[in-house]
């Protein structure tokens, strides 16, 4: 059974840090590419960074270019998501997904963990 386990949201400052983890199991997850996609209320989901555990192709949505770092630990079949100078606008429950094509949208991806909620707020 896949299954895409979240943590590391909670609430934080304007201009603080999170590292968001997603922890794998139940498939061969060097074949797979695992992506970070978010969804605020009443907004479209956004896929916010995606990487390929087989060819280490990675991608970063422009909203978040240059303030998040994603990478995988492929030992313990974890992928983290570091996301810096956080925004308001970063707040969202943010999820993890999983797939064996390498996709930037999040209908691109066959599974979903439950999510983590980031909220950036003073």
Known sequence: EVQLVESGGGLVPPGG?????????????????I??????????????????????????????????????DKGNNIVYLQMDSLKPEDTAVYYCTADTH?????Q???YRGRGTQVTVSS
Do not use: M
């Open 17 to 33: 840090s999170l590292r968001l983890s997603c922890a794998a199991s139940g498939f061969a997850f060097e074949h797979y590419a």
């Open 102 to 106: 390498f996709g930037i949208l999040p």
């Open 35 to 72: 992506g970070w996609f978010r969804q605020a209320p009443g907004k479209e989901p956004e896929e916010v960074s995606a990487i390929a555990n087989y060819n280490g192709e990675i991608y970063y949505a422009s909203s978040v270019n240059g303030r998040a770092t994603i990478s995988s």
């Open 108 to 110: 691109e991806y066959d």
